[in-house]
């Protein structure tokens, strides 16, 4: 059985910085398309960025680009999202998203769709405060 599980998540000012961590178990993590998603009580789930198998393709929502950075080590099974600049509209519950995917052009086929995603983590909060 997957399990994904978050870690990273609290409380800090605008303008700093939190780096989230997804720690994958029961699964070969090589073999995984990965991504992150937000989500805030009453508005839709939204992708914040996600990432290929080798780490050769990402994806990111026009408004964390250039702050946010996805990565990932498959050998430690662990997803990252390493978080600057933070604003207090990043605000929301985080959540590790993984689905079974092959070359690079399947993974921008279904890029940041959340339809897409198999797994899911329990997600983990973050906020910022001004």
């Known amino acids: 059985q997957v399990q994904l599980v978050e870690s990273g998540g609290g409380s800090v000012q605008a303008g700093g910085s939190l780096r989230l961590s997804c720690a994958a178990s029961g699964v070969t993590l090589e073999n995984y398309c990965m991504g992150w998603f937000r989500q805030t009580p009453g508005n839709k789930r939204e992708g914040v960025a996600d990432?290929?198998?080798?780490?050769?393709?990402?994806g990111y929502a026009d408004s964390v680009k250039g702050r946010f950075t996805i990565s990932r080590d498959n050998a430690k099974s662990t997803l990252y999202l390493q978080m600057t600049s933070l604003k207090l509209e990043d605000t929301a519950m985080y959540y590790c998203?993984?689905?079974?995917?092959?070359?690079?052009?399947?993974?921008?086929?279904?890029?940041?769709?959340?339809?897409?995603?198999?797994?899911w983590g329990q997600g983990i909060q973050v906020t910022v405060s001004s």
């Open positions: 998203a993984a689905r079974l995917c092959g070359n690079i052009r399947d993974f921008y086929s279904t890029s940041l769709i959340d339809s897409a995603y198999d797994y």
């Open positions: 990432i290929s198998r080798g780490s050769a393709g990402t």
